[in-house]
């Protein structure tokens, strides 16, 4: 039975009060709510006398307390509307040997200090270089979003209309993107595509205003009364109608935030009015999500060359499937997946969708799923079975042909052995990179191919350096192999969390393929063939072990 942190360790209590009052900090009261302890203190900042709350969480001192000062209102390191002050960073830099009374003496005097200087020189050794938007703070509703570009630059606009795609209804809740914004002569600023799915996709109108700053209150009712106290034009409802006769309003407002580190740029949320077909009316507020293209990237900075490639991945199974999506997350700008394959129920055990995909064609269920979930990279889904020669089959070179225009890098998942010597040597012969990867029975070992454009060894060269044993075999189950009810050929046994391994090592490789040579880019592969060990050759667990060995042109091989 969990306990109260101060009946856990009472000796931490008595500490934390006699730290206090020798710092000089009176406590006016202390009360117990629950798990967690509240104490009202009184202490001296520069002079000024201050009322502080310390709320100590329920896991105290595993995690911080929470200060808040309700009779100020700063500027800086203040939540604006709970008055909590910020007096431990976000991230690792609280320790469970620090207290409440050696963070008050150190850190508020900074605080105050930092709120109150408006030259970043003076506060640079004080402050967390991070920004503070103020658009945080607001009481949004939850679940609910509207998409945007921080790109979007309004210049001297200020105020104009909406064109908002996505999912909307009568509670209020939103999950759409700003398709367009305009300006009130009419000039459209920008255009965006739909970047979230939805069951039915709605249009509506709204609009958008600048103001020179903040609202101050955070709930919708207040927000909206502030709104329309400096903008009363905006308080007639002019929205879209909803079905029963609802009608649902939007304004964007956009003002002034630090976006990084002392910086100022736009903030935005959105102002939601639903008026019903009684004439009753709900305000609520939808946060902003910045979705643009850098917005993404700002995260991934390495991964900046992928925007400009085209990647054909052949074989979309529990190696092709979740490397697919990696590759996408990445930023790829286009993807051209080609599988002839479904997806069997049985196989979502390694698979990365489930049971909703069953029975789909899996090129398609991976192409909507990335379209949904990441459509700043394209997706084309190619159901095309390699090696068939009915009549009406599909042409094998003609499918290849298409996939290949124009692209940067072949992936072959395909874990076949004869394809992958074919599709190596297409890749070579078109001119582009080449990466295969393969898992081996039971998942106990892995490998990943690259044949670099540049490289003039081959798939072929390979077959003779593992004959020569320069280059080692993946180890494998000795009853890795199984026929489950249903499937017509047997299959391999292996955890999703095993071949998951490879995959990820296969999309590495082909993303510092991708971006060898660029300035600032992901760090160069060197190695050319990967070989990893999860087991050891009696089957005990090992950590992955990779090995890297080069690829060069063998002199037996007949292809040179």
């Known amino acids: 039975m969990l306990k109260p942190w101060w009946e856990t360790w009472p000796n931490r209590l008595e500490y934390e009060l006699k730290a206090l009052e020798a710092a000089g900090i009176t406590i006016e009261d202390q009360q117990r709510d629950g798990y967690r302890l509240i104490l009202t203190l009184r202490a001296q900042v520069d002079g000024t006398d201050v009322r502080l709350i310390a709320r100590f969480p329920d896991l105290y001192p595993f995690t911080r307390f929470e200060v808040f000062a309700p009779d100020l209102s700063l500027n800086r390191h203040q939540n604006p509307h709970l008055k909590n002050l910020c007096l431990v960073p ?148 002019e929205g879209t109608k909803l079905p029963k006769g609802a009608r649902i309003d939007v304004i964007g407002v956009v003002f002034p935030e630090e976006l990084t580190w002392r910086h100022l740029g736009q903030g935005w949320v959105f102002l939601v009015r639903v008026q019903r ?165 039971g998942g106990w070992g892995e490998r990943v191919i690259r044949i670099a454009a540049e490289n003039d060894a081959c798939r072929a060269c390979l077959d003779y350096h593992i004959a020569d044993g320069a280059v080692p075999v993946p180890v494998s189950s000795p009853h890795g192999m199984t026929e489950a009810p249903g499937c017509n050929a047997p299959t391999f046994t292996a955890a999703n969390f095993d071949t998951s391994e490879v995959a990820l090592m296969g999309v590495r490789v082909a993303t510092s393929t991708l971006c060898a040579g660029e300035h600032e880019a992901y760090a160069e592969y060197k190695s050319d063939v990967s070989i990893l060990k999860l087991r050891d050759d009696h089957g005990g667990l090992i950590p992955p072990d990779w090995k890297g060995f080069p690829l060069s042109r063998h002199p037996q091989c007949q292809n040179h």
């Open 90 to 237: 976000l991230g690792d830099y609280w320790e469970i040997s620090d207290t409440l009374a050696s963070y008050l003496s150190k850190q508020l005097p900074r605080v105050f200090t930092a709120a109150t200087s408006e030259d970043p020189n003076e506060v640079a050794e004080l402050e967390v270089h991070q920004g503070e938007p103020v658009s945080h703070y607001y009481a949004c509703l939850p679940n609910a979003i509207i998409l945007l570009n921080s790109e979007w630059g309004l210049g001297k606009a200020l105020s104009g209309e909406l064109l908002i795609r996505g999912y909307f209804d009568a509670t209020g809740f939103v999950r759409a993107t700003v398709t367009e914004v305009g300006s009130d002569d009419g000039t459209v600023l920008f255009r965006q595509q739909p970047l979230l799915i939805s069951p039915s996709e709605d249009a509506i109108h709204g609009r958008w205003i600048a103001i020179e700053k903040n609202i101050a209150h955070y709930t919708p009712d207040e927000f909206a009364d502030e709104l329309f106290a400096m903008h009363p034009e905006l308080r007639q409802i």
């Open 277 to 441: 077909k009684d004439r009753s009316i709900s305000k609520f507020l939808v946060r902003a999500g910045r979705a643009g293209e850098s917005d993404l990237r700002k995260r991934i900075p390495e991964l900046w060359p992928l925007q400009y490639k085209t990647i054909a991945i052949v074989g979309t199974g529990c190696l092709g499937a979740p490397s697919c999506i990696e590759l996408a997350r990445a930023g790829a700008k286009e993807l051209r997946l080609l599988d002839g394959d479904f997806v069997e129920p049985g196989t979502i055990v390694r698979w990365p969708l489930g049971f909703a995909i069953a029975g789909r064609n899996k090129v398609e269920a991976l192409s909507y799923f990335i379209k949904a979930n990441y459509p700043w990279t394209g997706v084309s889904a190619n159901v095309h079975r390699i090696g068939l020669s009915f009549p009406n089959s599909p042409s094998d070179i003609e499918s290849l042909q298409s996939l290949l225009d124009g692209v940067h890098l072949l992936y072959d998942a395909t874990a076949e052995l004869d394809l992958q010597r074919m599709l190596s040597d297409v890749a070579k012969s078109v001119g582009v990179h080449y990466v295969g990867v393969s898992s081996t029975p």
